[in-house]
């Protein structure tokens, strides 16, 4: 059978077009499967972005160093931080981590991730003082701020003085009263500057004052030894007791430093102090109050070392060197501290002619280029180098 050659033609443009329309149907399938395998891979490769922190890190303490690479225990990716901590501003603050990495196509994947951290100031002032108590003479002079030794916030140093008590000031308030004898307290209030507070005192003990007017041969005395001290000679001479009572017989003698502040007059001795803070910040041995901040006490230290000696001061002694106390050698200082108590009455006169009936003990001196100049040669500690 022949068929027309119109329909001959038809047939084959249906076929065509039919072969055309699976070509673009099947293309058309595979770009929309395609891109669904491109949205999850990228999907993927950003979900798989993450950051694992340390948690203890999300706070920090004021003024301190702050790494904000250790907050980050692992991570995925390259990794980039925004933002860094101030720890010198207290409250929060936001770092910004930038993850990247490309997905299986080599499409770039980035995430953020924002962490906050705390900024917190937990350490209060500290107030030191030089000495947990004081005790004073009625009639001494007395300023609060002589036994404060510093005040201070442990990040931003220093903290000034202010009658009243705001950020980064301290005040002070005493009920001492000099002139009558009694029970006292010295009180220290400190806030820094982010409003942390703190506060301290010290006690201050006003002892009944010795009279004034006791005999120098001090005959009511139930001591053993007198002081007397010739300022002019920088002498001191112990006495003890004759057959009546009376102190006129001369024990031994030391040679000593006395100074422009060194008072005259009669006096009683009270307290005692191993190791005692001088003005100038140094120190001495075997110090013994005489009457208020005139002690007897060893030639300074630079510190409290036993091989911390101002040398050259030692080698002052025998003249006017003190600002005020009897400054000793180690050796006689310890003789008075051991052998005269509280009570011990002490007498400071004048008589450049005749320094005492034992005459003038010769001072020891230091040469200064000697390795053994810290120390005191006359201190009976084992370890003293003068002594091997």
Request: with cysteine; hydrophobic share 35%; charged share 25%.
């Amino acid at each position: 059978m022949n068929t027309p050659k119109g329909k001959s033609k038809f047939k084959i443009w249906i076929i065509a077009c039919s072969a055309i329309a699976i070509a673009l149907l099947g293309a058309a399938g595979y770009y929309f499967y395609d891109q669904d395998q491109r949205k999850t891979a990228y999907k993927n490769a950003l979900d798989a972005l993450s950051m694992q922190v340390d948690t203890q890190m999300t706070t920090a303490e004021y003024g301190s160093v702050y790494d904000t690479s250790k907050l980050v225990l692992d991570h995925t990716g390259t990794i980039a931080a925004e933002g860094t901590v101030d720890t010198k501003k207290i409250g929060e603050q936001t770092i910004t981590y930038q993850l990247q990495d490309t997905d299986a196509y080599g499409k770039e994947v980035d995430k953020e991730f924002s962490y906050t951290v705390k900024v917190q100031d937990t350490q209060v002032p500290v107030i030191a003082f030089n000495e947990d108590s004081l005790t004073l003479a009625q009639g001494d002079a007395f300023d609060p701020l002589s036994n404060i030794a510093s005040v201070k916030d442990p990040v931003d140093g220093d903290i000034p003085k202010a009658d009243e008590l705001k950020e980064n000031t301290y005040t002070v308030s005493s009920d001492v009263d000099t002139d009558t004898a009694g029970e006292y307290t010295v009180s220290v209030k400190a806030k820094d500057q982010n409003g942390l507070e703190a506060d301290g005192s010290y006690a201050v003990t006003v002892k009944q004052a010795v009279q004034k007017q006791i005999e120098e041969t001090a005959v009511s005395s139930s001591m053993p030894y007198l002081i007397r001290i010739n300022r002019a000679a920088n002498t001191v001479t112990i006495y003890t007791k004759d057959e009546k009572g009376d102190y006129t017989v001369p024990y031994t003698a030391f040679v000593c430093s006395t100074g422009d502040a060194t008072p005259l007059g009669t006096y009683a001795l009270s307290y005692k102090y191993r190791w005692r803070a001088l003005f100038g910040n140094v120190y001495g041995q075997y110090a013994t109050v005489i009457t208020g901040n005139i002690l007897f006490h060893s030639v300074p230290y630079y510190a409290e070392g036993l091989d911390q000696l101002e040398s050259e001061e030692y080698n002052k002694l025998g003249t006017a060197a003190s600002m005020g106390c009897v400054r000793m050698c180690v050796r006689d200082a310890k003789w008075v501290y051991d052998n005269c108590d509280s009570g011990t009455v002490v007498v400071f006169y004048d008589d450049a002619a005749n320094p005492g009936p034992l005459g003038k003990p010769s001072p020891i001196t230091i040469d200064l280029n000697d390795a053994r100049k810290g120390w005191d040669p006359t201190d009976p500690d084992p370890s003293n180098p003068w002594n091997s």
